[in-house]
């Protein structure tokens, strides 16, 4: 091997380049025309844009492409190699059904899911007719679950062969469409996750939140629910198992959100490359002046970081564990690089990259709000303190 030669990341297999390659070349060439599609809005792309756009990606054989026809998923360094492509749109994720919740919510009920639930709630989102919701976070002015979910107030009790959930949710991605719901509420035993239908009279729509961010379909929405009734046999697990279950469905969700960005902001950074290499000031291009050219300079070093980052903590859940530090330590490291190159972009592109004429200004809001869902960067760091206290007094006592 050449000492240049690139070294490929561990997903880089035959069968995950193959699909990659038919998921970029349908993101950039079927995909990225509908950026400029009307049917969108600050709470995201309307449900018949949507379907539009998942009747073209069934067609063309990328729909789910991360999970193959037998149910198998690819694996989490192959995942990211091929959700990273999907990510270069802003679309692209929710075209080619790998978006955010769906894509966890996928994989957790693939995970532990009974085989009735996988087919009547798993069955419609691998095959992108129904959407998804996780109900989790709660109002904070209520004093509800955020970053610490031991804080959840959302109750549950069992009345004869159903569970009765009341409480209130909010920042709850796709509830407004979604056709299935994943419910944390608390009961005696502890944390609790239930499989619910959508939508249902008892689950009411206070409002939909206005954010910062809007590529996902259905916005962030606050709901109460009001003594909505579950049959039992649509627990995920038993009583108490809904942390235990959380934390199958965190690090991979967690990361998938670093896969998808990543490939955002590569477009980003592709589009003001561009712009950099044609627009001349001061009789020059703008790359040619070092304030501009050391920007993109220190893009690319971000972005093969965060590469590399990815592929990293994917090794390390493909090796069997839960990953749970390493994830953290990957959500920071991503979401701050991918935060300096968005806003790289946009410097480099002057008023062109504060304005709508290119993805360029979504993706910066996009990647803002990414620095807080899925857990705050400090919440990580603090989290990662604690584990290093942890391990400093286990090194001492042995």
Not at 42 to 52: A, I, K, Q, Y
Not at 279 to 301: C, P, Q, Y
Request: proline share 5%; with cysteine.
């Amino acid at each position: 091997m050449s000492a240049h030669a690139a070294v490929e990341p561990a997903g880089a297999t035959p069968r995950a380049k193959a699909i990659a390659a038919k998921v970029e070349a349908f993101v950039r060439d079927v995909i990225v025309p509908y950026e400029k599609d009307p049917r969108q809005g600050p709470h995201g792309p309307t449900e018949e844009l949507v379907h539009e756009m998942r009747a073209k990606a069934r067609a063309a054989g990328v729909l789910t492409p991360h999970i193959l026809g037998d149910g198998d998923h690819l694996t989490q360094a192959e995942t990211a190699y091929v959700l990273i492509r999907s990510g270069l749109s802003i679309l692209g994720p929710t075209a080619v059904n790998t978006a955010a919740p769906d894509e966890g919510n996928m994989y957790l009920l693939g995970k532990v899911g009974s085989d009735a639930q996988k087919e009547r709630f798993l069955k419609p989102l691998v095959e992108g007719r129904a959407r998804s919701a996780f109900f989790m976070t709660e109002p904070a002015l209520d004093g509800g679950a955020g970053s610490d979910p031991s804080m959840m107030k959302t109750t549950c009790r069992l009345d004869g062969n159903h569970w009765v959930i009341n409480g209130r949710k909010a920042f709850i991605t796709g509830a407004e469409g979604a056709k299935v719901g994943i419910v944390m509420a608390k009961s005696d035993e502890g944390a609790c996750m239930f499989l619910v239908d959508l939508p249902d009279p008892a689950i009411r729509l206070e409002r939909v939140l206005d954010t910062i961010d809007s590529s996902m379909p259905g916005g962030h929405a606050v709901v109460t629910i009001d003594n909505l009734r579950v049959p039992a046999d649509q627990m995920l697990g038993a009583s108490g198992d809904g942390f235990k279950y959380a934390q199958v469905r965190l690090s991979p969700a967690r990361l998938s959100h670093c896969m998808r960005w990543l490939g955002a902001c590569t477009r980003a950074n592709e589009i003001a490359t561009d712009y950099a290499c044609r627009r001349e000031a001061f009789g020059k291009t703008l790359i040619d002046h070092e304030g501009v050219g050391f920007m993109l300079a220190e893009n690319l070093i971000d972005l093969k970081q965060a590469e590399l980052m990815i592929d990293w903590c994917a090794g390390v859940l493909d090796g069997g564990s839960l990953g749970t530090a390493e994830s953290s330590m990957a959500k920071v490291a991503v979401s701050e690089a991918l935060m300096r190159i968005a806003d790289r972009c946009v410097q480099v592109m002057g008023g062109m990259g504060v304005s709508g004429d290119t993805m360029v200004e979504q993706v910066f809001r996009e990647v803002r709000a990414f620095r807080i869902y899925d857990g705050p960067t400090e919440v990580h760091k603090w989290s990662l303190a604690k584990k290093i206290k942890r391990d400093w007094k286990h090194a001492r006592a042995g």
